[in-house]
T-cell receptor
Framework: KQEVTQIPAALSVPEGENLVLNCSFT??????LQWFRQDPGKGLTSLLL???SQREQTSGRLNASLDKSSGRSTLYIAASQPGDSATYLC????????????WGAGTKLIIKP | DAGVIQSPRHEVTEMGQEVTLRCKPI?????LFWYRQTMMRGLELLIY????????DSGMPEDRFSAKMPNASFSTLKIQPSEPRDSAVYFC???????????FGPGTRLTVL
């Protein structure tokens, strides 16, 4: 059974720092992996989607990497800003016919001005 | 497009009452998902539809929960009778493909007293 873990549960850094959020999964037979952002009281917004055949995806100041063999993904945020404060969730899509998303518990990120 | 629309945004009810949550997916999306989010259990998939047909309802916690999708632009999630342990944020999401990015609505925060 696939399990997705995100450590740390919370992270607080000063504005301007580069930072890395971690996501690990137990079953490497995945279809794709997504990073989402959730702002308080709001829904989830997809940030990046990495297919199982890809190693990384970039969007602006965000870069997500995928290492299937080690069961790890990272989300790199460059030059962090207070507006980046949110909870970041990782979701792994299984490679079986179900294609169900398995969610991590998220990392709550606070960027201090 | 206005994105996924959910109503109401907040619902407070008493134990034993019927609760109906509503969702309008993004036009043209063939898949609709209902999720529940709590601090203890994180995000859980309750049920999903493809072309208005329920495909997987294995996440529905018990018979008190039911979901319908009478047409491509409307879905409901009903809880009858409601219990305090049903208190959570309920999200609706839609996607154009089973494995594509899911777009989330803002959620309905349900409180059962």
């Amino acid at each position: 059974k696939q399990e997705v873990t995100q450590i740390p549960a919370a992270l607080s850094v000063p504005e301007g720092e580069n930072l890395v959020l971690n996501c690990s999964f137990t079953d490497s037979a995945i279809y794709n992996l997504q990073w989402f952002r959730q702002d308080p009281g709001k829904g989830l917004t997809s940030l990046l989607l990495i297919q199982s055949s890809q190693r990384e995806q970039t969007s602006g100041r965000l870069n997500a990497s995928l290492d299937k063999s080690s069961g790890r993904s990272t989300l790199y945020i460059a030059a962090s800003q207070p507006g980046d404060s949110a909870t970041y969730l990782c979701a792994v899509r299984g490679g079986d016919s179900n294609y169900q998303l398995i969610w991590g518990a998220g990392t709550k990120l606070i960027i201090k001005p | 497009d206005a994105g996924v629309i959910q109503s109401p945004r907040h619902e407070v009810t008493e134990m034993g009452q019927e609760v109906t949550l509503r969702c309008k997916p993004i036009s043209g999306h063939d898949y609709l998902f209902w999720y529940r989010q709590t601090m203890m259990r994180g995000l859980e998939l309750l049920i999903y539809f493809n072309n208005n047909v329920p495909i997987d309802d294995s996440g529905m916690p018990e018979d008190r929960f039911s979901a319908k999708m009478p047409n491509a632009s409307f879905s409901t999630l009903k809880i009858q009778p409601s219990e305090p342990r049903d208190s959570a944020v309920y999200f609706c999401a839609s996607s154009s493909d089973r494995v594509d990015t899911q777009y989330f609505g803002p959620g309905t925060r349900l409180t059962v007293l």
